[in-house]
């Protein structure tokens, strides 16, 4: 199967053309669109996968918060989150591009790759910490889920939402108050 996309510089010469210019080119017809760009695209389903060259790999997500555990394949190249979405299996998330922590999880066997995680420090990483939105597995991978405030806790010392008010913020709003 092919994509075809339809050269956008014919149309425009198709609609600036002149009809004396088109009894001079006759290969400009109206309405007809002269080159086209085709592109090959291979559709698969998660059936067809065995015959395609990306390996699978089987993810086990023990869902901390709802008290489950989700098995399933995930290929190489695709995130982790996407494919679980596309196997009606719900995650936990919230920015899909790797910026914040609600998809973090803690690795308990295997091993991902994960070069967008902006959300996550290296140190965190290195702790066997992950986020599933930008995350591609290189093993079978077993992982947990993890509260969005502890990992944030971790990284930077403080509660992001439901975390008690540090000191230094009471007494900004105490002063805050007083004005």
Not at 33 to 42: D, L, Q, S
Not at 154 to 167: K, V, W
Request: charged share 25%.
């Amino acid at each position: 199967m092919a994509l075809v996309f339809h050269c956008t510089s014919c149309n425009w010469l198709q609609r600036k053309t002149s009809p004396m210019n088109r009894r001079y080119s006759p290969n400009i017809r109206r309405g007809a669109t002269r080159c086209e760009f085709r592109i090959p695209v291979e559709i698969s389903s998660p059936a067809d996968r065995g015959s395609l060259a990306v390996p699978s790999h089987k993810v086990t997500v023990h869902d901390r918060q709802r008290g489950v555990v989700h098995e399933f394949e995930v290929p190489e190249d695709q995130y982790i989150l996407h494919s679980a979405e596309s196997q009606n299996i719900n995650l936990p998330f919230a920015c899909r591009h790797g910026c914040c922590t609600s998809c973090a999880v803690r690795v308990k066997s295997g091993e991902l790759r994960q070069p967008q995680a902006l959300g996550i420090s290296a140190e965190l990483k290195s702790q066997g910490y992950a986020l599933l939105c930008v995350g591609f597995p290189t093993s079978d991978l077993e992982v947990e889920t993890q509260d969005e405030d502890e990992v944030y806790w971790l990284q930077f010392g403080r509660y992001f939402a439901r975390g008690p008010i540090e000191r230094d913020d009471y007494a900004l709003e105490l002063a805050m108050g007083d004005e």
